[in-house]
């Protein structure tokens, strides 16, 4: 069973980069067909894509988002990571990673943390 | 980009009940839709891909159609468990946008 969580720093100042960690356990982050992702949800809205990345490295983002994000795999740790640059109070959501299936669908899921940008 | 937009909103049934909600695209996606159920404090999870396609484990009184731009999630009776927030999610071309979701109440 596919677990994946994640890690890092509940609140984070304006202009600042917000940094997270999913660890994946119960399968490698290396499988060919397989997608990562990251998703969020500002307090009382809907879903939002941020972005995903292949095995191979190859990345996909939000064109809203793109100037400001960067999303990388360690395969060493089996875990991939989201930087979000210059924050500001509407980056302020529950992000989630995910892993996304080949028909493009997120079928596995974190449980979600809240990151805070507030100075 | 290409948007997607879910209707209603906002939807109030009772249980038992049969309800339909509708997601439409902006362009054609194919059949590159999943449909995802949504309750206060937990991750999404997942229903329906592919439009149509059942994802195992999920009750088959839940059912998608549609290709193209037009599609649908069907409840069929709907039980307690039920009343959350659905979402349906596109993917097409390596990019991948969100409806902005319909609330389903308790009448």
């Known amino acids: 069973q596919l677990q994946l969580q994640e890690s890092g720093p509940g609140l984070v100042k304006p202009s600042e980069t917000l940094s997270l960690t999913c660890t994946v356990s119960?399968?490698?982050?290396?499988?060919?067909?397989?997608?990562w992702g990251w998703i969020r949800q500002s307090p009382g809205k809907g879903l939002e894509w941020i972005g995903s990345?292949?095995?191979?490295?190859?990345?996909y983002y939000n064109p809203s988002l793109r100037s400001r994000v960067t999303i990388s795999l360690d395969m060493s740790k089996n875990q991939f990571s989201l930087n979000l640059s210059s924050v500001t109070a509407a980056d302020t959501a529950v992000y989630y990673c995910?892993?996304?299936?080949?028909?493009?669908?997120?079928?596995?899921w974190g449980q979600g943390t809240l990151v805070t940008v507030s100075s | 980009d290409i948007q997607m937009t879910q209707s209603p909103s906002t939807l109030s049934a009772s249980v038992g009940d049969r309800v339909t909600i509708t997601c439409r695209a902006s362009?054609?996606?194919?059949?590159?839709l999943a449909w995802y159920q949504q309750k206060p404090g937990k991750a999404p999870k997942l229903l329906i891909y592919?439009?149509?396609s059942l994802e195992s484990g999920v009750p088959s009184r839940f059912s998608g159609s549609g290709s193209g731009t037009e599609f649908t999630l069907t409840i069929s009776s709907l039980q307690p468990d039920d009343f959350a927030t659905y979402y349906c999610?596109?993917?097409?071309?390596?990019?991948?946008?969100f409806g902005q979701g319909t609330r389903l109440e308790i009448k």
């Open positions: 119960g399968g490698s982050i290396s499988t060919v067909t397989y997608y």
């Open positions: 990345i292949y095995y191979s490295g190859t990345s």
């Open positions: 995910a892993k996304i299936d080949s028909s493009g669908m997120f079928d596995s």
């Open positions: 592919e439009a149509s």
């Open positions: 362009q054609s996606i194919s059949s590159w």
């Open positions: 999610q596109q993917y097409n071309s390596y990019s991948i946008t």
